[in-house]
């Protein structure tokens, strides 16, 4: 079992649309949570950590649910330019170091 | 505010030979990763470092070494180059654990 799993999509919305994407992870030790937004052939760049009191900035939302080990990110009024791939991030377990990446999620949002 | 950066962009190898990805940052970051990106497959951690002078081994380290002599470089070998390890190469770094990644803009690698 993968220890960060994404559905991959990709989840085709129209603008204005409200689209969550769940995310699990594995490891229950886990510390740190994080999406990040990949564009084509580009780095991935920091979106939105996540806490445990949930999070909002703007139109993004961010929640973790730690008993059923999944985050969770909501886009409200998805924009064009909201189109990318979104990464679900978790730190390891016991405080190694590591950063996993969930395989990304595909977000296409159509005028 | 050069971040995070990577050497080469681009380089196509021949099966068997040697190289070297160079990261440098310049934020003073403690940690630093090297990632490999294949379609479908997301990021996989290949190796990673929480200090200088310190390395160790993520998802998929076979084929690969790494060092860290200095804070502010993370190197990536590959000693006998496969076309399995054509791959966009991706190096990170963070502060400490639990802040953002930042990343460089990656390397383009393909063994022929």
């Known amino acids: 079992r993968k220890e960060v799993e994404q559905d991959p999509g990709p989840f085709n919305v129209p603008e204005g649309a409200t689209v969550a994407f769940n995310c699990t992870y594995s490891?229950?030790?886990?510390?740190?949570f994080f999406w990040y937004r990949q564009d084509c052939r580009k780095e991935p760049k920091l979106l939105m950590s996540?806490?445990?009191s949930g999070n909002e900035d703007g139109r993004f939302t961010a929640q973790l649910n730690r008993a059923s080990q999944y985050i969770s990110l909501l886009i409200r009024d998805s924009k064009l330019s909201d189109s990318a791939t979104y990464l679900c991030?978790?730190?390891?377990?016991?405080?190694?170091?590591?950063?996993?990446f969930g395989q990304g999620t595909t977000l296409q949002v159509k005028p | 505010n050069a971040g995070v950066t990577q050497t080469p962009k681009f380089r196509v190898l021949k099966t068997g030979q040697s190289m070297t990805l160079l990261c440098a940052q310049d934020?003073?970051?403690?940690?630093m990763y090297w990632y490999r990106q294949d379609p479908g497959m997301g990021l996989r951690l290949i190796h990673y470092s929480v200090g200088e002078g310190t390395t160790a081994k993520g998802e998929v380290p076979d084929g690969y070494n790494v060092s860290r002599l200095k804070k502010q470089n993370f190197l990536l070998g590959l000693e006998s180059a496969a076309p399995s390890q054509t791959s966009v190469y991706f190096c990170?770094?963070?502060?400490?654990?639990?802040?953002?990644?930042?990343f460089g803009q990656g390397t383009r690698l393909t063994v022929v």
């Open positions: 490891n229950s030790a886990s510390q740190s």
């Open positions: 934020m003073n970051h403690e940690y």
């Open positions: 991030v978790v730190t390891g377990s016991g405080n190694t170091g590591k950063l996993i």
């Open positions: 996540v806490y445990s």
């Open positions: 990170a770094s963070s502060r400490t654990l639990g802040r953002e990644a930042f």
